[in-house]
């Protein structure tokens, strides 16, 4: 007899994940949105103080991590939720506000993670198109929210189109959503936002019981590899129902001790962001200079479209055999385009350089299509 498995295994699509992690310590990993950045001296002596006491469990309480991110945000402890990676708390959010009946709304093209919340708990999904310049069309998205509506995800910066919403704009947005809805602003690359301080929509939070402020440091904090992130959440109600959804040791000692070591090394952090931002435009230049026009990124990635002449899955595969991983359009919501990753200046040219041999430069006088139609 085959294994019976719940129903909604059927509706789970596969995370669509960069592979290539065996591939050879040249490889230029541009696919997941990491930092390049090896991890700062004081998180590793963090980490290695932390590892002495791994034959107990971690604190399930996050107490230390949860204290240090209230006093940087001035947001109570109590309305702090901790998570193994913020998709940790994005699946739990999932699972303790949604059911068959319910409806969640979300942009797409978005974080390839947000389908599987509908698809884990039955729930109905809206997916509501991004506008031309590849932004979330808040308007739209007001419009499918009903009674039934329990959470609306608005990702700023976006990933994958890397854009970003003004935060006045967002906080309008928020304002007119109904009480009974929560509505989780996920920043995840809020810290390469140029358009507002990376902070201040936490003051949002004093006036919106409803809204989540999701972020990780897994981006310019980069700790990805030992999954940590963190709500800052406007009501403990929501911080208590994730928690009650999920393991009590979710996040683990290492993860604990690098997080609160990165939290005081914000000088670091920003210098390092810094760089970032010089080389996110140093690519996108670089884009331009193969007659290419990327999304205005305001995140750690560019988001283009190939020429129309050119095959989505061959150039991926042919940056690939050069050893340079990025991600393909198709899975991420549109089809002919690429996300790719800042990284090294050493990588970011290796990338622009293979891209230049993959892609048929236009004969000058140089041929500038406008990438994203409407
Ligand atoms: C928009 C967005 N949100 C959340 C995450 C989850 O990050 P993590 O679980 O590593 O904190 C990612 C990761 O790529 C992301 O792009």
Request: hydrophobic share 45%.
């Amino acid at each position: 007899m085959a294994l019976e498995f719940a129903d909604k295994l059927n509706r789970i699509k596969v995370y669509p994940a960069a592979d290539g992690y065996a591939l050879g310590p040249e490889v230029a990993l541009l696919a997941s949105n990491e930092t390049p950045y090896p991890p700062l001296p004081a998180v590793e002596r963090a980490v290695a103080e932390a590892l002495k006491g791994v034959n107990r469990y971690p604190d399930p309480a996050n107490t230390q991590l949860r204290q240090a991110l209230s006093r940087r945000y001035d947001v109570p402890a109590s309305r702090i939720a901790i998570g193994n990676g913020s998709c940790d708390i994005l699946l739990a959010a999932g699972e303790a506000l949604l059911e068959p009946e319910a409806e969640i709304v979300y942009a797409w093209p978005s974080f390839s993670i947000y389908p599987h919340l509908a698809a884990a708990t039955g729930a109905r999904a809206l997916a509501v198109p991004v506008d031309a310049e590849h932004k979330h069309d808040l308007d739209a998205m007001r419009r499918e929210i009903t009674v039934a509506t329990r959470m609306v995800i608005v990702c700023n910066p976006n990933n994958p189109t890397s854009t970003a919403l003004p935060l006045a704009e967002i906080a309008a947005f928020v304002a007119d959503v109904p009480d009974h809805v929560a509505v989780i602003l996920d920043e995840a690359y809020c810290e390469f936002n140029l358009l507002d301080d990376p902070d201040a929509s936490v003051e949002l939070l004093d006036r919106n019981p409803n809204l989540v402020l999701l972020r990780t440091f897994s981006k310019a904090y980069g700790l990805c590899g030992l999954r940590v992130g963190y709500a800052l959440c406007g009501s403990e109600a929501f911080r208590n129902a994730v928690d009650a959804v999920r393991q009590p040791f979710f996040c683990n000692v290492a993860a604990q001790a690098a997080a609160i070591a990165a939290l005081q090394s914000q000088d670091e952090i920003a210098a390092r962001v810094e760089r970032n931002l010089a080389e996110r435009i140093a690519l996108a230049d670089g884009l331009e200079d193969l007659g290419l026009q990327a999304a205005e990124s305001q995140a750690n990635f560019v988001w283009f479209d190939l020429p129309e002449e050119a095959d989505e899955r061959e150039v991926v595969k042919g940056l690939a055999d050069r050893q340079i991983l990025v991600r393909a359009g198709t899975p991420l919501g549109r089809e002919g385009a690429l996300r790719v990753t800042v990284g090294t200046p050493e990588d970011n040219q290796r990338f622009l350089a293979a891209l230049g041999e993959l892609v048929v430069a236009p004969a000058e006088p140089r041929r500038k299509r406008r990438l994203f139609k409407s």
